[in-house]
Nanobody, 115 residues
Framework: QVQLVESGGGLVQAGGSLRLSCAISTTIFSIYTMGWYRQAPGKQRELVARISGGITNYADSVKGRFTISRDNAKNTVYLQMNSLKPEDTGVYYC??????????WGQGTQVTVSS
């Protein structure tokens, strides 16, 4: 069973930056399109960034501020978040987008942006 372990969240002031990491316990990680999701309080989980090979896509709300990347040798996906806003607050998760049903969700990492 594949495990996803997200880390790097925390409390930051508006305008600050954080770098999230997601470690995936599978050696075939590189073949999948991967995504970072966000679940704000009281809202559904939403996809904010995705990466397929070298191609990246972003939700309009984070475009120009967030950067998704991956290190296939380390089975890790990253999300660099700059110019953070209070509306970026939420729990961030990673998961695969292609290859079938999502893997079991990890515990996520909490990001809190204060104004």
């Amino acid at each position: 069973q594949v495990q996803l372990v997200e880390s790097g969240g925390g409390l930051v002031q508006a305008g600050g930056s954080l770098r999230l990491s997601c470690a995936i316990s599978t050696t075939i990680f590189s073949i999948y399109t991967m995504g970072w999701y966000r679940q704000a309080p009281g809202k559904q989980r939403e996809l904010v960034a995705r990466i397929s090979g070298g191609i990246t896509n972003y939700a309009d709300s984070v475009k120009g501020r967030f950067t998704i990347s991956r290190d296939n040798a380390k089975n890790t996906v990253y999300l660099q978040m700059n110019s953070l806003k209070p509306e970026d607050t939420g729990v961030y998760y990673c998961n695969r987008i292609t290859g079938g049903q999502p893997w079991s969700w990890g515990q996520g990492t909490q990001v809190t942006v204060s104004s």
